[in-house]
């Protein structure tokens, strides 16, 4: 549970809302005081696209902030040197999406990030709390949601809108400044910024178009030509996607991809009996769809395999492992998501072993160390 200390001040909401419509002064606002930390965040739109569409940046640094409209923001060299500058922390709450637009909208990879709902999770607030209810319970004040969904594109945001975008940076340095007390009081202080930083990276590497067909757990049982043809569907489908700017399932959803290449369809006709592919998609792509599978009929090698689920007896193994960390997690209040993602404790049950990769790395060794034996026992039973 979240624990009521208050070891910062909160800037009050300015008076007035300040907005940044010139790079060159965006510039200067960002190298003033450019030793502190930056607290960041973004509206942005993703109805029908595949990609979001920027539609605002709010910053705060040292008590100031700002908005700005994304094409100052992209017009900035100091906006981008400063997110890809790893000496300049960025302070952001649950920056999947944030990240997902500055890697497509900039064509750059932030650095430097810590994701304070990451960082809350550790020092003791629980698992994916979300912002508004860590800021009312830490400093207070409820904060006004009704314009969450609200159009971000256009202009002028209203005045609701602006105290929004304003209160969503306003508590951050706040916020950082209690989870670097609890992170200290835990001898975790670097833990925070480590888990930020690989979270960033494994997000980055699902972009690529050759491994997202890794992400289709439900075609874990192909192999072969099969395997090979869902690979090339599945890319063909990401590039497609962005050519296109429209959601994965706009062109072909998941299910469809597996069951195309189970069906390994070599004709029109057998094409249009393949369960749930729309006629429109048989028209617009047959062709293109026959050629992927013919090519990887024809092809060879094995591409890696998709994880499949756990077996009863490796359940079993599961359960076992997970309540010793359970048992570690919260002897240090430190929630076991956050700890041992179920991903990554399957990967360990499937291998066979713990000794190797992230439990045994950076600082989950100091709380998984202790009983790497005890699991690794129970692996090799």
Known sequence: MVDSRRVADVPPRPATVAWIHDPAELDQWLADGACEPLALDTEFERVSTFYPIPGLVQLGRGGRFCLVDPQVAEASAGFRQVLTDPQVPKLLYAMSEDLELFRHWLQLNPAGLLDLQIGAGLAGAGFSVGYARLVETLFGEALDKSVTRSDWIARPLSPAQERYAIDDVRFLVALHTWVVQGLEQKELVGAMAEESTRFAEELGQQDDPDNHYLKLRGGWMLRGAGLRALQALTRWRELECRKQDRPRSRIVPDPVLIALAEAMPSSGQALSRVEGLPPVVVRKYGDRLLQLIAEAAASSGEPAPI?????????????????????MAEARDIPIEILAPRRRLEAVVHDGTIRTGLFVEGWRAGIVGPVVDEIEEILQS
């Open 307 to 327: 994880t499949p689920p756990l077996t009863r007896e490796e359940q079993g193994t599961y359960k076992k492992v997970k309540r010793i960390l359970v048992k």
